[in-house]
């Protein structure tokens, strides 16, 4: 990511996570120990591993206010472009179904990176006032720190990980249609091979035993969609930290695949657009309270800004490839997790949630 001076005219440093807003940056760290210190902290954790966490010395509660007239200026349907095309994303779907018959992994996340130019002036906040009217999620959030290269706007559906003291929790979301009826046994199955690794996770730095799955392949609607989802809970051993709990979990296995070392070599090879947040983790620590939530970032759009004053909006798309998957059908899994969260930056949505005609 780029890191802009200090002087850049951008709108204030800010972080938004459903109703709670923090203001007031006091620091900036990529050291994962400092969650465990004091204060309030956003945390973004890309795909790729690079870390930020921001204390903020302000923290309030208050809605995510109206979409204001012009404050968001997005990208026209036709301006978006993909690092994978159709053909592409087909042929590596099948490349994945080799090595998933030669035994190299079992199942893996396929994912392809959306660009579109927006305004010098974009501000991801604006963005997340439309979002919330669009796309309602529960781990809608920003995070918005021109300075350090970090610009998000995220409307995940997907827990990676909550805290409250030393019980942890995750809650996978393996298997996507566009009504209960569309989801396949392979989905299914495919739910259970990610909480199956989860829990793997999660047992490198929970005690023995404490590990459990209370909900299993549980059906949620989200807008336009429905997903399974699991929740797998465990209890942290004595000493154990965030530097320990990230290393142990990240990057999420839901958007990874089983093993969860092979299937990143195997996507590393396929994909061609790093993906920086998408897929990483987005959220809040309160190191006071010994609580936090973070979230998959998935349904993450971001801002990625060049010289010459350019920016780029950013979205990713994917879906878990497994050897039952059949390559057209996953690419058109791509496109409807894509759809609506792209129509509502182009503005294509009314706030009712109807598509413009």
């Known amino acids: 990511m780029l890191h802009l001076p200090a002087a850049a005219p951008f709108p204030a440093p800010l972080a938004r996570f459903g109703d709670r807003v923090a203001t007031g940056l006091l620091d900036v760290t990529s050291d994962p120990a400092a969650l465990d210190s004091t204060g ?13 966490c921001a204390r903020f010395a302000d923290v309030r509660h208050a809605p995510v206010p109206a979409p204001a007239p012009g404050a968001w200026r997005g990208p026209a349907p036709e301006e978006w472009t993909t690092s994978l095309d ?23 996340n396929l994912c392809r990176v959306l660009s579109a130019p927006v ?4 501000d991801v906040d604006a963005l997340t006032a439309l979002l919330a009217r ?13 300075e350090h290269g970090v610009e998000i706007a995220t409307a995940s559906p997907e827990l990676f990980l909550r805290r409250s003291g030393r019980t942890v929790e995750s809650g996978p979301i ?4 566009r009504t209960e009826a569309d989801l396949l046994e392979k989905d299914h199955a495919e739910n259970v091979m990610i909480v199956d690794l ?31 989802v699991s929740t797998v809970r465990g209890e942290l051993r004595p000493g154990t930290g965030w530097p320990e709990l990230l290393a142990a979990a990240f990057p999420p296995g839901s958007v990874t695949g089983a093993p969860k ?21 987005i959220g809040w620590v309160d190191a006071d309270r010994g609580t936090a939530e973070l979230a998959v970032g998935i349904r993450t759009f971001w801002i990625d800004r060049v010289a010459g004053g350019r920016a780029a909006l950013r979205f990713g798309t994917g879906a878990g490839i497994t050897w039952g998957s059949d390559p057209e059908a996953e690419w058109r899994e791509t496109e409807l997790k894509a759809s609506r969260l792209l129509a509502v930056a182009s503005g294509q949505y009314l706030e009712s949630g109807k598509a413009r005609t």
């Open 174 to 177: 393996k298997g996507t249609g």
């Open 261 to 281: 070392a092979s299937a990143l070599t195997v996507i590393a090879a396929l994909e061609t657009a790093p993906r920086g947040p998408y897929c990483g983790g």
């Open 119 to 122: 305004a010098a002036d974009a």
């Open 86 to 108: 159709r053909a592409a994303y087909v042929r590596a779907v099948h490349r994945i179904r080799e090595h998933i018959a030669a035994g190299e992994v079992y199942q893996a």
């Open 134 to 146: 669009g796309n309602p999620a529960p781990y809608a959030g920003t995070v918005r720190l021109p």
């Open 40 to 52: 309030f902290w956003a945390v973004v954790a890309d795909f790729e591993g690079e870390l930020t």
């Open 198 to 228: 989860v829990r793997n996770d999660l047992g490198r730095v929970c005690a023995t035993g404490s590990v459990t799955v209370p909900d299993l392949c549980v059906t949620e609607k989200h807008p336009g969609l429905v997903h399974l």
